[in-house]
């Protein structure tokens, strides 16, 4: 893969945590407020955000050959999406959130210190 490709990569994915942050937030935001349609857009967006960041992550992975550490943040990042749909699903249905909010924060914590390698391993 050229080297202009894997910087356009790196930009969209960079790009894709913050609207997924963002996304997450306002999803939630106006399920609280019981704004369901906008909510249901919002989550829409999320959902294609968080398809974006898992194929540009991937094609990173192998750009790059598969680096442990990218490899590990990169299941984090996937756990870490499956634990906001669960946040979302869970307070659609009035059920208890307190550990997967607990969960989620220390998830993107661990994926944002792999990501800026404060951990390397």
């Known amino acids: 893969m050229s080297p202009d ?3 356009i990569l790196q930009r969209i994915h960079t790009d894709s945590w913050f609207w997924i ?3 997450f937030v306002l ?9 369901r349609t906008p ?3 919002v989550h829409m967006l999320l959902r294609l955000i968080a398809l974006i960041m898992i194929v540009t992550g991937i094609l990173m992975l192998v750009a790059y050959q598969f680096p442990i ?13 499956g634990v ?3 946040i979302l699903g869970m307070t659609a249905k009035g059920k208890r959130t307190g550990p997967f909010w607990a969960a989620l924060i220390i998830l993107v914590a ?3 210190l792999i990501a800026f390698r404060v951990l390397a391993f």
């Open 5 to 7: 490709v894997v910087t």
């Open 21 to 23: 942050l963002l996304f």
């Open 27 to 35: 999803s939630f935001l106006l399920l609280k407020a019981g704004k």
């Open 39 to 41: 909510k249901k857009i």
């Open 69 to 81: 550490a990218y490899t590990v943040k990169g299941i984090l990042a996937i756990a870490m999406v």
């Open 84 to 86: 906001m749909e669960m």
């Open 110 to 112: 661990l994926v944002l």
